[in-house]
């Protein structure tokens, strides 16, 4: 059994966190193999997800969609060849 060696800094820890912008148009346009409701559904869920995580406290519905929208557009974006920025 071979050991790693670990550092204490990896990159992903030193690295800046990145924001991800989307383009008007970029979420107006269906993505490749993924019909508009399966992407709503996809948002849907991660926003519920979202909420559960923080005890389902009201008045941050919109900040869960948001974000659920952008991690979903950006993963689908990743899955069908774009590039994470």
């Known amino acids: 059994m071979a050991s ?10 030193t690295a800046p966190r990145r924001t991800l912008s989307v383009k008007k148009d970029a979420v107006s346009r269906p993505r490749a193999g993924v019909t508009p409701e399966a992407r709503h559904a996809l948002i849907a869920e991660s926003a519920y997800l979202r909420a559960e995580r923080r005890g389902f ?9 948001l974000a659920a929208e952008a991690e979903v ?9 774009g590039s994470p920025q």
């Open 4 to 13: 790693r060696r670990t550092s204490d800094t990896t990159p992903a820890a």
């Open 57 to 65: 406290m009201p008045g941050r519905e919109a900040e869960d969609w």
């Open 73 to 81: 557009d950006a993963l689908l974006k990743l899955s069908h060849g």
